[in-house]
C-alpha cells in the first residue's frame, strides 16, 4: 500500500510547470489551425482518451499528452462552432424570429446594424430547432430604436458568414467564427416585425447609457468619441481616419479598453480599499488589509472589463489579476509567469477558438516578452521612465512580426508615439475620465468639470498623434509573409532581448532579414500576372508585367463609408509587393467599378488616371482613347 502511494505522489509530482503545459495546450490547439480538414468528433475523443492514458502511465511525456488533448479539445470546439452555423441549405430564405439585441447598435448613413441572439425560428411558418447569434441590419430608419437586451420579432433574411478571398486581406469568415456570429443577414419589411419587450436592467445599456452621458457633457463629438471608446470601450463614432491615425502610430491597443486599463481600474480599487481602512480603521480586525486590498482590485478590474464587453486583453488582465488575488488571499508569492501561464490555460480551456483573433497573439505575446526581458530594478521616476522606454522598445519589436503577419503593415514611429500615449493616455486621461464616469453614476451634475477636463487632454493628445501619424515609416507595408519568417523574426526579437551575458545578442537581428526583405517573384520579360480581386458585386483587376502594374476598376464605395478601394485594393496591392503604381484605369463610373477609385488614388498619388466616363468620376481622370 505505502508503495501504491509512493507511486502515486511521484507521478503527481513529474507533472510539467504551469508554463510548460500552458505552451504544450497551445501549441495543440494553433495545430488544428492548419488543418485543410477538421476531424472527426469520435477520432478526437478517442484521441483525447489516449492522451490521458498517456499522462497517467508515462509520467515523462505528459508535455506530449497535453498537446494531444489541445489538439483533441481545440477540433471539437472548432467542429461544434462550424456546426452551429446557418445550414448552407437556408441560405437566402426569410426567417421568422425571436430574439434579443446583444450589445450596443451601430448606425451609418445607410443602415442600423446590431448583433441578434436568435431564441426561436420559423421556416415557411414551421418552427425550427436552430439558435445561434446573427448580425443584422435595417437598411432605412428601424421602426423602433433597437437598444440593448431587447426583445424583437423580425423577419431576416439569412445566410453564412463568408469572406473575400484576396492577397493580405482579412479573414471576415474566421473572425467571425472566433466571435461566435452564425449568420448575418438584413430585416425584411413586414407588418409583423415587432419590439417585443425592454429588458428591466442590462449592462450592455447601461454602458449606453454611460456613453451618452459623456456625449452629452463634451461639447467636441470627436473628443467625447474618444473618451467614450477610452472608458467604456465604446468605437461606435470613430470613423477611418481616426483608426488611420491610430494604426500609424501604433495605438490601436489604445483606442478601445486595452489590458492596461484594467490594471489603472485596480489600483483604483486598492485605493479605494485603502480609504476605507483609513475612514474605519476597525475593519482592520474583521478581515486583513491585504487581503481586502486583493479583492477589491479584481472587483474593480471585472467590473471594468465588464463595461469593455470582455475583449481578449481585458479578460487576461482579469484572470491575472484574479491569481495576484487569489495568492495575497493565501499568503503566496506568485510570479508573472504563473499568472500569464495560468491565464492562458484558462482562456484555452474555455474557448480554444480564440486563437483565431489577433487580439490573442498580440496580447499574450506582447506580455510574455515583457515578462522576458525587462527586469524591474529600482524605485521612483528614472526606474519608471526606464522600463517605460525599454517596454516600448520592447513591445514595437517583439510584436513586429505578428503586427506584419496580422494587418500587412506596421509603424516605425510607433515607440515614440507609445512613450508618450501610453503614459498620458493611461495615467492621466483615463483615471480622469474614470472617475468623471464614477461621478455619473453617483452624482451626474459633478461629471461635467473631470470630463471637460480629459476632454481637453484626450484633445491635445490626438492632435499630436495626428502630426506623428504624417512622419515618414507611419506606414510601412511588406509584401504577405511566410510562416517560417515569422517564427525566425519572433526568435530574433527573443535573442535581441536575452539578459545581459548572452553571447552575440545583436546576431539576433539578422533572422528579422526574411521578414523584412522577402523575395518576390517578378513575371518573365514579356510575361504578366492577372489577380481578379473578390469585391462582391463589382469588379477590380490588378495586372503586373516586369516593370508595370495597373488596376482596372477599383470596386464599390458604400454610403456607410465601407470603401473596398482602401479594405480590399489597397492591402492587396501592398500584399502582392506593388510598392509603385502605374496605371489606375476605371472601365465607367458606375459605384460598383468607380466607387473605390479615390482610395486607390490617394495610396498610389503617382498612378496615371484613366476613365471611359470622366466627367461623372469623382477625382480628374483623363480619357480613355481607341488605340492608346
Known sequence: MTNGIERNARRVSKWPSLTAMALALLAGVSAVQWLPVLPTPIAMATLAAFALLLAWYVPCARWVALLLIGVAWAAIRGDVAMESRLPKAWEGEDFQVVGRIVGLAQTKADATSVLFRIERLARDGQATPWQGTARISWYGKPIAEPEPCSRWQLVLRLRRPRGAVNPGGADGERSALARGIDAVGYVRD????????????????????????????????????????????????????????????????????????????????????????????????????????????????????????FAMPTVRSVLMIAVVAWGRGGRRAISSGHMLAVALLTILAVDPVAVLEAGFWLSFVGVSFLILCIDAKGHGFRAFMRELTLGQLVMTVSLLPLTLWFFGEASLVGALSNLVAVPVISFIIVPC?????????????????????????????????????????????????????????????????????????????????????????????????????????????????????????????????????????????????????????????????????PAVATAFPAALRYAGEPDRMPIAMKPCVAGQ
Open 190 to 309: 413586414d407588418p409583423s416585425n415587432q419590439r417585443q419587450s425592454t429588458a428591466a436592467w442590462c449592462l450592455d445599456r447601461f454602458r449606453a447609457s454611460l456613453a451618452e452621458g459623456i456625449q452629452t457633457r463634451v461639447h467636441d463629438p470627436h473628443d467625447a468619441a474618444l473618451l467614450r471608446a477610452f472608458t467604456v470601450g465604446d468605437t461606435r463614432e470613430l470613423d477611418a481616419h481616426d483608426w488611420d491615425v491610430a494604426r500609424a502610430n501604433g495605438i490601436s491597443h489604445l483606442i478601445a479598453i486595452s489590458g492596461f486599463h484594467v490594471g489603472v481600474a485596480a489600483i483604483f480599487g486598492v485605493w479605494f480599499c485603502y480609504a476605507a481602512f483609513w475612514f474605519w480603521p476597525t475593519l482592520a480586525m474583521r478581515c486583513p488589509r491585504a487581503q481586502a486590498q486583493a479583492v477589491s482590485a479584481l472587483v474593480a478590474a471585472f467590473l471594468y472589463a465588464a463595461l469593455a464587453g
Open 433 to 597: 475620465a474614470l472617475f468623471g464616469m464614477l461621478l455619473l453614476m453617483v452624482c451626474p451634475p459633478f461629471a461635467t468639470p473631470p470630463l471637460w477636463l480629459a476632454a481637453r487632454l484626450t484633445h491635445a493628445q490626438w492632435w499630436l498623434l495626428e502630426q506623428t501619424a504624417t512622419w515618414p515609416g507611419a506606414h510601412w507595408f511588406l509584401p504577405a509573409i511566410k510562416p517560417w519568417a515569422l517564427l525566425l523574426a519572433l526568435l530574433g526579437a527573443l535573442w535581441l532581448f536575452m539578459p545581459r551575458g548572452v553571447p552575440l545578442r545583436a546576431l539576433g537581428a539578422l533572422l528579422f532579414f526574411p521578414l523584412l526583405y522577402p523575395v518576390r517573384q517578378q513575371p518573365a520579360q514579356g510575361a504578366f500576372q492577372a489577380w481578379v480581386l473578390d469585391v462582391g458585386q463589382g469588379l477590380s483587376i490588378v495586372v503586373r508585367t516586369r516593370d508595370h502594374a495597373l488596376v482596372y476598376d477599383a470596386g464599390a464605395r458604400y454610403p456607410s463609408d465601407f470603401d473596398l478601394g482602401s479594405a480590399v485594393v489597397v492591402p492587396s496591392l501592398h500584399a502582392l509587393g506593388i510598392e509603385r503604381l502605374d496605371t489606375l484605369m476605371i472601365s465607367h463610373a458606375d459605384n460598383d467599378h468607380a466607387g473605390g477609385a
